[in-house]
């Protein structure tokens, strides 16, 4: 099953993030950006390829 073509687009109610080892500043960025306006998904462990509007599954090292 290719989950890559399920995946939904990104819109202001839904980010994508690669975030594989740590929380990077973006993501707090996009966490305050969700807070101040109707709230939103943020997905880790997807990486949007350069240059395309393509993702990558990278995942997450510690999901803990």
């Known amino acids: 099953m290719d989950y890559l073509k399920q995946l939904p687009i990104e ?4 980010e994508y993030k690669k975030n594989k080892s740590k929380l990077t500043k973006d993501l707090w960025e996009t966490i305050s950006a969700f807070e101040n306006t109707d709230g939103g998904v943020i997905v880790l462990g997807i990486t949007e390829k350069e240059g395309e509007k393509s993702f990558e599954i990278t995942g997450v090292q510690n999901p803990q």
């Open 11 to 14: 819109n202001e109610h839904r």
